[in-house]
């Protein structure tokens, strides 16, 4: 069983081609058959402040920018970024599985809204 | 009165709590780790202040998924007193058991001062010995104070008189001037439905002996034991 993509076929070593291939996620395992790709995805949510939250931090970061002289800015809104590296390679699964993430623990609903998009 | 303080990684108010609690009970609560989901059969909940988990990703969000958490939801719902005290009071809006977010403070400043409140509620264990409308002084050390709910919860606090603290000038009157953090209608501190839930901002614990420039805060501690160990 591979431990990063959970395919059973998997014979127990994984390797990692050059150092750009860490960030492009492209995991090359062994299978029985020969090495093959990482199977899996990658999530990438944005968390934002609903409409009508105040967001102090922006309104500082606004206050900055027109001091610098960028001039034409109507609101600055900040939010957060995750990222997340996937086992799972079916994209209705991970979405439901990351859609309960957020809604359980990375956004807060209450002044969080979060969108997902999957990479496959 | 048997007393549990809950400590999580980064809590640094829990032997405040511990102090506060000795002086008015005579007897140490039990110091119980985040991580042990194993709470013993206790009369009193603490979620003492600080900033567990370095308050990544969110104040409080990171520690109300902690096992010992889980726990202190069960108990509450079966009518256990738990008090949350600032970083225990992110921690109780954000595992559910108190309604709204406590955001970023409107100043963007950590605030470290004594603040006055106007005691609203004075019909739960936690603020008995407390007179309603009385104004006492507290402090208040947070970055994360700033209590936001949608208007209908906050309604809905206010018309079942689940408001126990506001932010008040010294003579008691209610308004933005003395709102520290940006608080919605200026409050500190609120109840759940069954009242036995109470979270706020400021730090009774820290003032609670007399050596410490002041005591508003030990009725607190004090009206915690009256309560509980008749109760026992």
Request: negative net charge; hydrophobic residues 40%.
């Amino acid at each position: 069983m591979c431990k990063i993509c959970t395919n059973r076929d998997f014979r127990g070593y994984s390797r990692i081609y050059g150092p750009n291939d860490v960030f492009n996620h492209r995991i090359r395992v062994r299978f029985a058959h020969g090495w093959g790709n990482h199977q899996g995805m990658k999530a990438r949510i944005h968390i934002t402040l609903k409409n009508g939250v105040l967001d102090p931090q922006g309104k500082a970061t606004e206050h900055a920018l027109s001091g610098l002289g960028f001039g034409g800015i109507n609101d600055v809104r900040q939010g957060k970024y995750i990222e997340l590296d996937l086992a799972e390679s079916d994209p209705a699964k991970a979405r439901a599985s990351v859609e309960a993430m957020c809604a359980k623990l990375l956004a807060n609903t209450v002044i969080e809204n979060y969108e997902i998009d999957l990479d496959e | 009165m048997k007393a549990a303080v809950i400590v999580s990684p980064g809590s640094n108010c829990d032997r405040d709590v511990q102090v506060a609690l000795r002086q008015s009970a005579g007897s140490d609560p039990i110091m119980h780790w985040h991580g042990d989901a194993n709470l013993p059969d206790v009369d009193l909940i603490v979620v003492p202040g600080g900033f567990s988990y370095g308050d990544y990703l969110r104040a409080g969000a990171l520690a109300a998924q902690s096992p010992v958490i889980r726990e202190v939801v069960a108990r509450a719902n079966q009518g256990v007193p738990v008090l949350g005290i600032c970083n225990g009071f992110q921690i109780l809006t954000e595992c559910g058991l108190l309604p709204g977010v406590l955001m970023r403070n409107a100043g963007l400043k950590f605030i470290c001062r004594d603040v006055d409140l106007r005691v609203e509620a004075t019909d739960t264990v936690f603020t008995r010995d407390y007179v309603n409308g009385q104004i006492i002084r507290i402090p208040v050390a947070h970055n994360e104070g700033n209590y936001f709910a949608d208007d209908d919860t906050l309604n809905r606090l206010d018309g079942e008189d689940r408001v126990a603290f506001r932010y008040c000038s010294p003579e008691g009157a209610v308004t933005a001037a003395d709102n520290p953090n940006g608080a919605a209608r200026n409050i500190a501190g609120i109840l759940n439905e069954g009242r036995n839930v109470l979270g706020m901002m400021p730090h009774p614990e820290r003032l609670a002996d007399a050596m410490l420039g002041g005591t508003d805060g030990r009725p607190m501690f004090d009206g915690l034991v009256e309560a509980l160990a008749t109760a026992a």
